[in-house]
T-cell receptor
């Protein structure tokens, strides 16, 4: 049973560029959440997708956007990259109407030069 | 403003002894709390959780205690083993559904637990 998978594992971009990160949820899960983890910090909630719509959003600018596909997989897009966007981006999946916790992928390490 | 605080960046415990990790929160709307464990180069792994209607939850060597009036929770690991060395994150949610599956989680900064042989 595959868990949450994220791609790519590492990515290097320059300031001003745009990036797309991908996530496949654990089998049976219908909800995908994205988190940003800066060095030495805990993960910070970016947004959550369910039924292909953004359902909840954390304190992140509009440069951060996402999408969820009919097969429940998801993308995180970041435009106009800043040096401060360098972080580990974590995807978590869950079954919305359950009392089960979110399961995390191993993340994508994004470095901005 | 940090709504979930883990004030000990690191903790060193001898193998076989009890490890106690602490977490404080400020948002009274939080009603579900989780502990995640993270090894380097891996994503966080769920460890144990507790609903605000309980004050204790046990799972094997792991016990979480919740003191709602103090807005404080703690994770006890007994006995501590070398494989427990990792970063431990406290997380909280408050929303429509219990379990944290339908809400964005608010995390603390983590505590690095080191188990000494």
């Amino acid at each position: 049973d595959a868990g949450v998978t994220q791609s790519p594992t590492h990515l290097i971009k320059t300031r001003g560029q745009q990036v797309t990160l991908r996530c496949s949820p654990k089998s049976g899960h219908d909800t995908v959440s994205w988190y940003q983890q800066a060095l030495g910090q805990g993960p910070q909630f970016i947004f959550q997708y369910y039924e292909e719509e953004e359902r909840q959003r954390g304190n992140f600018p509009d440069r951060f956007s996402g999408h969820q596909f009919p097969n429940y997989s998801s993308e995180l897009n970041v435009n106009a990259l800043l040096l401060g966007d360098s972080a580990l981006y974590l995807c978590a999946s869950s079954l919305r109407f359950s009392n089960q916790p979110q399961h995390f992928g191993d993340g994508t390490r994004l470095s901005i030069l | 403003d940090q709504q979930v605080k883990q004030n000990s960046p690191s903790l060193s415990v001898q193998e076989g002894r009890i490890s106690i990790l602490n977490c404080d929160y400020t948002n009274s709307m939080f009603d579900y709390f989780l502990w995640y464990k993270k090894y380097p180069a891996e994503g966080p792994t769920f460890l144990i959780s507790i609903s605000s209607i309980k004050d204790k939850n046990e799972d094997g060597r792991f016990t979480v205690f919740l003191n709602k009036s103090a807005k404080h929770l703690s994770l006890h690991i007994v006995p501590s083993q070398p494989g427990d060395s990792a970063v431990y994150f406290c997380a909280a949610s408050g929303g429509l559904y219990s379990g944290g599956g339908a809400d964005g989680l608010t995390f603390g900064k983590g505590t690095h637990l080191i188990i000494q042989p």
